[in-house]
């Protein structure tokens, strides 16, 4: 019950500035669909939650309040709702079967413990200090651990092969239609995307956080790259293939650059750690698509083609901007001074509280794109220090999963969380991406499944030690091992 009222409190706090209409249709509607997945939750968690992880896919929020007095409008993400009603489902079906008991065995319980007594204590210290405001270190403080409560729920509800490879394939696809859904916004017919939606499916118009919807697809376009380096057949090679298409065109189309840089050490790092002669064919195979792709649209006359080449301009202008770059500097770009300039500042505010920082929320989102920096100036050195024994801990474990399966999608997932990890690391040099909601919710779900896999390989029982004679998984196929 604790756990459900501190993911209730940051609808509550957002309570605080608006206030609900019943007259909208969307909330309303949402509410329903909540409920009705609530109870959907309590006779089959597993079936609640597949249901959400789309919705987290999508990005999706609606605006609550404002219209008058000193209520504002405030946006509130339908996945936090969802998230709460699932959370009730699965918590009442634990009670109804006397199994309460919400943290399994994982080499990352302890980081992620550390991580969370590092967070609260940052967040007091702000608070002292009266360097975070109250509002915003309380709602960003629970926010994080939010994302730590959808690890462990995700972990106990999906726990068996068949749950893994289920929910994996759910998230894949779901992102690959997305994916699509951008190139049609952008290119097809631009201008008519939902006004619902202010984030993942927009994010490719320029409407949304393209730079996050960036980092997220460096992860998916990761986890493609190892199902094409580990595919059964040429169907599974080909469909793998065109959804790595699908998804680097999305990419493209985000005109984030430090997202086009990180595609290179991807590429480089699955390389390294598969020795797979396929990454060479579809580098080949992917730059023949596009330039024909490419090709086909200049030769398009009318409203499409016009279109399609001003963003063709547009991507050719950010390719050139990061070639200038690297041929005179970081402070050619104005938008990467700026950063360095932000840099600097916060780095000034930390040196007054190394220890513990300026509390979170210290700095409003957006001021600090760099998540080593922004941790730095909001948990201190002993956040950021947690924070890398966690990043370890889950790129260690990622890897012994990794070497020690014999099962070729298993292997291809924790090879594309694995090499999706680093590109991140990379990318956090330009934005704090591992705070951002995108980001984090499907990080903490994937995470906890590979957390799921290496338990049932590496402890197929509860009495079994670690090591890598354990028994195969139960419910896998006798390759896994």
């Known amino acids: 019950m604790a756990c459900l009222i501190v993911m209730s409190l940051p609808l509550a706090t957002v309570s605080n500035y608006i206030r609900p209409s019943l007259d909208n249709p969307v909330f309303m509607a949402v509410l329903v669909l909540g409920m009705i997945l609530g109870m959907v939750s309590f006779f089959s968690p597993r079936t609640g939650l597949l249901i959400m992880l789309p919705a987290a896919l999508f990005g999706s929020e609606i605006q609550l309040g404002g219209g008058g007095g000193d209520a504002?409008?405030?946006?509130?993400?339908?996945?936090?709702?969802?998230?709460?009603?699932?959370?009730?489902?699965?918590?009442a079906n634990r009670a109804k079967t006397r199994t309460l008991l919400i943290m399994n065995r994982s080499p990352v319980n302890g980081p992620i413990l550390w991580m969370s007594i590092a967070m609260i204590a940052a967040t007091c210290m702000g608070l002292i200090q009266d360097t975070a405001p109250i509002g915003r270190s309380v709602l960003y403080t629970l926010k994080r651990l939010e994302y730590f409560w959808m690890f462990y729920m995700t972990l106990h509800i999906i726990n068996d092969y068949k749950g893994c490879r289920q929910a994996i394939q759910l998230m894949y696809f779901a992102t690959a239609a997305v994916a699509l859904y951008g190139i049609i916004m952008v290119i097809i017919i631009p201008g008519s995307e939902s006004p619902m939606f202010s984030g993942g499916l927009s994010a490719t118009t320029g409407d949304g956080r393209?730079?996050?919807?960036?980092?997220?697809?460096?992860?998916?376009?990761?986890?493609?790259?190892?199902?094409?380096?580990?595919?059964?057949?040429?169907?599974?090679?080909?469909?793998?293939?065109?959804?790595?298409?699908?998804?680097l065109i999305t990419l493209i189309a985000t005109k984030s650059r430090a997202s086009y840089v990180c595609?290179?050490?991807?590429?480089?790092?699955?390389?390294?750690?598969?020795?797979?002669?396929?990454?060479?064919?579809?580098?080949?195979?992917?730059?023949a698509i596009m330039l024909l792709g490419i090709l086909s649209l200049a030769m398009t006359s009318g409203r499409i083609g016009e279109f399609a080449d001003l963003r063709a301009a547009e991507v050719q202008g950010q390719f050139e901007s990061i070639g200038k770059v690297f041929r005179e500097g970081p402070r050619a770009d104005s938008s990467l001074a700026d950063r360095f300039d932000m840099w600097e500042t916060s780095w000034a505010k930390t040196k007054r509280y190394p220890?513990?920082?300026?509390?979170?929320?210290?700095?409003?989102?957006?001021?600090?794109?760099?998540?080593?920096?922004?941790?730095?100036?909001?948990?201190?050195?002993?956040?950021?220090?947690?924070?890398?024994?966690?990043?370890?801990?889950?790129?260690?474990?990622?890897?012994e999963l990794f070497i020690v399966t014999q099962d070729r999608f298993v292997k291809s997932f924790a090879a594309g969380?694995?090499?999706?990890?680093?590109?991140?690391?990379?990318?956090?040099?330009?934005?704090?991406?591992?705070?951002?909601?995108?980001?984090?919710?499907?990080v903490c779900v994937m995470l906890a499944i590979l957390m799921a896999l290496h338990q049932l390989t590496f402890y197929p029982n509860p009495e079994t030690d670690y090591g890598i004679d354990a028994e195969p998984i139960r419910g896998a196929p006798e390759t896994l091992r």
């Not at 090679?237 to 699908?246: E, P, Q, T, Y």
């Not at 590429?267 to 020795?275: D, E, V, W």
């Not at 990318?427 to 499907?442: G, K, R, S």
Request: net charge neutral; charged share 10%.
């Open 72 to 91: 504002r409008a405030a946006a509130v993400r339908i996945e936090d709702i969802l998230l709460i009603t699932v959370s009730l489902g699965w918590l």
């Open 210 to 247: 393209s730079n996050i919807f960036g980092s997220f697809l460096l992860l998916v376009i990761a986890m493609s790259v190892g199902r094409i380096c580990y595919a059964d057949n040429h169907v599974q090679l080909l469909r793998n293939g065109a959804i790595f298409v699908v998804l």
């Open 263 to 287: 595609v290179v050490p991807l590429i480089l790092a699955m390389y390294a750690l598969t020795r797979s002669r396929r990454i060479l064919d579809l580098i080949i195979a992917s730059a």
């Open 355 to 399: 220890i513990f920082g300026n509390g979170i929320g210290a700095a409003p989102l957006g001021t600090v794109d760099n998540q080593y920096v922004r941790e730095l100036q909001e948990t201190g050195v002993v956040g950021l220090f947690c924070f890398l024994v966690l990043i370890a801990a889950i790129m260690k474990s990622s890897y």
């Open 417 to 442: 969380f694995l090499v999706g990890m680093i590109a991140l690391l990379i990318h956090a040099l330009t934005i704090a991406n591992f705070y951002t909601i995108l980001v984090m919710e499907i």
